[in-house]
Nanobody
Framework: QVRFVESGGGLVQPGGSLRLSCAASGNIFSLNTIGWYRQAPGKQRELVAAMSASGSTNYADSVKGRFTISRDNAKRTAYVQMNSLKPEDTAVYYC?????????WGQGTQVTVSS
């Protein structure tokens, strides 16, 4: 069963950048669409970026043009480069397959955008 470990979060000022990483265990990583999700306080978890096994991408309107998802199948690692961060991007960020596997959620990584 695939499991994910996210890293790279932190505190950043508005307009700043962060790059999150997601390391996966298991052998199905390269076969699946991988998504980055986020959950802000009091809100539902939402999918913000996804990349299929063939490399096609999809972004939520709220992050389009600012976030870039990528993946390295050999390393079983996914990334999201987040630029021009806004306070409303503050959330815990997770990765998982898309559609997600309930048992594969990791701990997430906190991103806080604040001056």
């Amino acid at each position: 069963q695939v499991r994910f470990v996210e890293s790279g979060g932190g505190l950043v000022q508005p307009g700043g950048s962060l790059r999150l990483s997601c390391a996966a265990s298991g052998n199905i990583f390269s076969l699946n669409t991988i998504g980055w999700y986020r959950q802000a306080p009091g809100k539902q978890r939402e999918l913000v970026a996804a990349m299929s096994a063939s490399g096609s991408t999809n972004y939520a309107d709220s992050v389009k043009g600012r976030f870039t998802i990528s993946r390295d199948n050999a390393k079983r690692t996914a990334y999201v480069q987040m630029n021009s961060l806004k306070p409303e991007d503050t959330a815990v960020y997770y990765c998982n397959t898309d559609p997600f596997i309930m048992r594969s959620w990791g701990q997430g990584t906190q991103v806080t955008v604040s001056s």
